[in-house]
């Protein structure tokens, strides 16, 4: 399975496994995968993002997230395999597993 970029997943359809980067941000509306991070003041997720669900199910992702408050970040781009379908980003390691054709 390729590394690919969010702004390539945007582009995929149907439900699709993908090994994707990006940095995770969260904040009370829940968790992102962007393209980048803002660092000035409110801390903000830039460029193309997608949702991210179940993040929290696999602490070895939820992990990731550091910072204070409100809105947390990864510290720099991850990668990332998910599930990729109708905007969202399903966390599901088994997607390693399947086929990506």
Request: aromatic residues 6%.
């Amino acid at each position: 399975m390729a590394l690919v970029s969010i702004e390539q997943v945007l582009t995929f359809e149907g439900e699709t496994p993908v090994f994707v980067r990006g940095t995770l941000y969260a904040d009370g509306d829940g968790v992102k995968l962007c393209e980048a991070i803002g660092e000035s003041a409110p801390v903000q997720c830039l460029g193309n993002q997608i949702s991210v669900i179940d993040l929290d199910l696999f602490p070895e992702y939820a992990g990731l997230l550091v910072g204070d408050g409100e809105v947390r970040t990864s510290e720099g781009e991850v990668d990332i395999v998910v599930y990729y379908s109708n905007g969202t980003l399903r966390v599901d390691p088994s997607a390693a597993a399947a086929d990506a054709s």
